[in-house]
């Protein structure tokens, strides 16, 4: 039987190889700033920057070029488990944010839209703590799905590492600014968002798998209690570094 995505791929004309190098060259640029496969994801991470590299080669195609710009979306929609209509609109969500989430950057957090976050916690979403990755990916390698959580982010900062912590002053300065204000405005319009994805280091202290900004914009607003998701091999070793109020304990 014929994989349908690998004839598509073959199927895209010569005249338009130069695109296709292009759109492998972003998607090597952006793989080595991040490590992240993802092209377009749901939630937090629409804004994440190989979306921006695809939406720039796609802006410089010619009209006769439309057919690759379709290709394109129907192999990054297969990759992120969407249609290409829920792929599509996810694209038109993120350039929008991105456009209205220019201001915002380098700002104090005073000059922000109010933020209530809406964190999605159902288990279906769990996928969505994690950048880009698709159903059927995450039922593969986190077949058990995640644990889920809460702590106070007081507590949960002391703990922090520091490559994952964000001191008074670094919040501009550490991490995608661009991201970063994305999810400010996107956050602002009540948008869901899953709880950033826990790992234990051997130090006694915890790093984010996911979730940087989310706990950036979380603790800059001043945010109490915040929830988590760890891997469940990970339970013994993060009750002996945090006082975790567990759900489904």
């Known amino acids: 039987m014929i994989d ?8 895209i004309p010569w005249h338009s190889s130069r695109w296709w190098a292009k759109l492998l060259f972003y ?22 920057d190989e979306a921006r590299c695809l939406a720039a ?18 192999i990054a ?24 989430s220019e201001k915002y950057i380098d700002t104090p957090s005073s000059e922000w839209p109010p933020i209530k976050f809406n964190w999605d916690l159902s288990l279906e979403s769990q996928r969505h703590s994690l950048d880009g990755v698709s159903p059927e990916k995450f039922a593969e390698y986190y077949p058990a799905g995640f644990l ?5 982010l007081q507590e949960f900062d002391k703990k922090l590492c520091h490559y994952s912590r964000r001191d008074e002053g670094e919040l501009w300065k550490v991490g995608s600014q661009n991201n970063l204000a994305s999810l400010i405005v996107y956050l ?8 950033p ?3 234990p280091l051997e130090s006694g202290e915890v790093i984010f798998n996911g979730g940087h900004h989310r706990y950036a914009i979380a603790k800059e607003i001043g945010e ?12 013994e070793r993060i009750d002996e570094i945090l006082h975790v109020r567990w759900e489904y304990a």
């Open 148 to 152: 889920l959580g809460f702590v106070t």
């Open 27 to 48: 998607n090597f640029i952006c793989g080595a700033i991040d490590g992240s496969k993802s092209v377009i994801t749901t939630q937090s991470n629409f804004y994440n």
């Open 77 to 100: 929609a297969e990759n992120a488990g969407e249609t290409l209509e829920e792929y599509r609109a996810k694209q038109s969500l993120f350039q929008r944010l991105s456009k209205e």
């Open 57 to 74: 080669v796609k802006h410089e195609m010619k009209s006769e070029d439309m057919d690759l710009g379709k290709t394109i979306d129907q």
């Open 197 to 199: 994805l826990v790992k």
């Open 188 to 195: 602002s319009e009540g948008r869901p968002i899953s709880p």
């Open 4 to 11: 349908e995505a690998n004839y598509r791929r073959r199927m």
């Open 224 to 235: 109490h209690v915040i929830p988590i998701h760890i891997q469940p091999e990970y339970r």
